[in-house]
């Protein structure tokens, strides 16, 4: 138990951590459109679009949700939305894809993006060791779950990529 506290306070002092959070697939990486305006409009649509159970859509909804609320509450005056509301809305979309796949693992590739997104939130909230331990979960969902091809990205970054804008 030692050894891994000593590994754990090492890797949180290598600067590779950043390079790690850069190198996820998820919303805090992909070349979203956050300025204020798109934002709250993006809040606002997706409001309307509602959280009825067993849309298969619902975890990604939640995952562009959580963001949202983030990316509000790093704002200056934030509009009501906080840091919690977004880590709730991540634990919620990681919940939907559960009962999405209806199956008896709790992990699966389906949560590759929400994991990455939970290691940026962490980082953001100045929670190293969280933010680590996420990478840590997208690295050995990784090993678990490889791309059907290589070179290519996993289709679950695929399926949630650069969201459209909701008209």
């Given amino acids: 138990m030692f050894f891994v506290f ?18 996820l697939q998820c ?3 992909w070349e979203l ?18 959280t009825e159970e067993r849309n298969p859509w619902l975890g990604h909804i939640y995952n562009l949700q959580a963001h949202v609320h983030f990316q509000l509450a790093s704002q200056e005056d934030g ?21 999405i796949r209806n199956t008896v693992s709790d992990e699966g590739p389906w949560l590759l993006v929400n994991y990455g997104n939970l290691a940026w939130l962490h980082y953001h909230m100045g929670e190293q ?18 791309s059907p091809i290589q070179e290519q990205l996993h289709q679950e970054f695929t399926s949630n990529d650069s969201p459209k804008p909701v008209e």
């Fill in 79 to 99: 509009l009501g939305s906080t840091v919690g509301d977004a880590l709730r809305c991540f634990g919620t979309a990681a919940e939907a894809f559960r009962q």
């Fill in 33 to 50: 459109d956050n300025n204020r305006s798109n934002v709250l409009h993006l809040r606002d649509k997706l409001e309307d679009i509602g």
């Fill in 6 to 23: 000593v590994f754990i306070s090492a890797a949180l002092s290598h600067p590779t951590l950043r390079a790690s959070l850069d190198a």
């Fill in 129 to 146: 060791a969280k933010s680590l331990a996420y990478v840590g979960k997208v690295e050995a969902l990784l090993q678990e779950y490889p």
């Fill in 27 to 29: 919303h805090f990486t």
